[in-house]
């Protein structure tokens, strides 16, 4: 599976963004997705993760109550709601896929495709 993020840019703190994941292929649904981050000068993390049909998902404790991941199967996409916005938010964000056993996907180790990032700012 190829994937490609899009939706990032610029926004103010307490500011809204969506991200987008795209991916190639009719095996869509047969993959959980996730979604990490990588702040300058900091390794990647993890930020939410989906299951394949998309009745489990799993948020790092820094986005809950703010981020919302979802996916459409039909579509082979992947979202990323991203709301009340803060400055540490700011970094490249990157959306994965998962073929194995789903757990939580926390981790980085259980994907196996990953996007080419989309970069989010946020200015104080």
């Known amino acids: 599976v190829q994937l490609q993020a899009s939706g990032g840019g610029l926004v103010q703190a307490g500011g809204s963004l969506r991200l987008s994941c795209a991916a190639s292929?009719?095996?869509?649904?047969?993959?959980?997705m996730g979604w990490f981050r990588q702040a300058p000068g900091k390794e990647r993390e993890f930020v939410a993760a989906?299951?394949?049909?998309?009745?489990?998902?799993y948020y790092t404790d820094s986005v809950k109550g703010r981020f919302i991941i979802s996916r459409e199967n039909a579509k082979n996409t992947v979202y990323l709601q991203m709301n009340g916005l803060k400055p540490e938010d700011t970094a490249v964000y990157y959306c994965?896929?998962?073929?194995?056993?789903?757990?939580?996907?926390?981790?980085?180790?259980?994907?196996?495709?990953w996007g080419q990032g989309t970069q989010v700012t946020v200015s104080s």
């Open positions: 994965a896929a998962g073929g194995g056993a789903y757990v939580n996907g926390r981790h980085q180790a259980a994907y196996d495709a």
């Open positions: 292929g009719r095996t869509f649904g047969s993959y959980f």
């Open positions: 989906i299951s394949r049909s998309g009745s489990s998902t």
